[in-house]
T-cell receptor, first 113, second 113 residues
């Protein structure tokens, strides 16, 4: 069955550094991959989508890469700020009949001033 | 637009009680879904609907019922609450089935004692 893993439950970095979060998947070839941000007590909010034929996508300080050979996506936040502290979820196109997406468990990012 | 709204925000039930979690969206989205989120686990799909009058089961449907009489509303019913249903429930919508970007509601935190 499909499996999606985000490499760590928590990531602590210093303000101004680049945060890199990893999403790996197995037994699967998704048409696209998405990243969401979730703040405590709130619902996930869509950030970026990258399709299988795209290598990289950027939005302001955010960058996502998608390597279908390695079955991996990297999510980068450059010049990180304390306001970037949140949980970041990776989600894959399910490709089947059971709804749209499969979500990873998330990585909690803490940016220290 | 209010987006996706959910009520109530918090609820405590006793084992065996029933209740309905409300979800509404004002974006004229065809696709709506319910997820539950538990500590250490990703979002898991409970039920989804591709349009008014059409519903289907997701990954963890047992103990839950849904209906979709209008495009706007997608209530989730717990028939006989169990402690295992203690969770945070999120409703989400997208333009149509296979539209990747999901819009999430703020969530309902449910505790079953």
């Amino acid at each position: 069955s499909q499996k999606i893993e985000q490499n760590s439950e928590a990531l602590n970095i210093q303000e101004g550094k680049t945060a890199t979060l990893t999403c790996n998947y197995t037994n699967y070839s998704p048409a696209y991959l998405q990243w969401y941000r979730q703040d405590p007590g709130r619902g996930p909010v869509f950030l970026l989508l990258i399709r299988e034929n795209e290598k990289e996508k950027r939005k302001e300080r955010l960058k996502v890469t998608f390597d279908t050979t390695l079955k991996q996506s990297l999510f980068h936040i450059t010049a990180s700020q304390p306001a970037d502290s949140a949980t970041y979820l990776c989600a894959l196109d399910h490709g089947g009949s059971q709804g749209n997406l499969i979500f990873g468990k998330g990585t909690k990012l803490s940016v220290k001033p | 637009n209010a987006g996706v709204t959910q009520t109530p925000k918090f609820q405590v039930l006793k084992t065996g009680q029933s209740m309905t979690l409300q979800c509404a969206q004002d974006m004229n989205h065809e696709y709506m879904s319910w997820y539950r989120q538990d500590p250490g686990m990703g979002l898991r799909l409970i039920h989804y609907s591709v349009g008014a009058g059409i519903t289907d089961q997701g990954e963890v449907p047992n103990g839950y019922n849904v209906s979709r009489s209008t495009t706007e509303d997608f209530p989730l019913r717990l028939l006989s609450a169990a402690p295992s249903q203690t969770s945070v429930y999120f409703c989400a919508s997208s333009v149509e089935f296979r539209s990747p970007r999901q819009y999430f509601g703020p969530g309902t935190r449910l505790t079953v004692t």
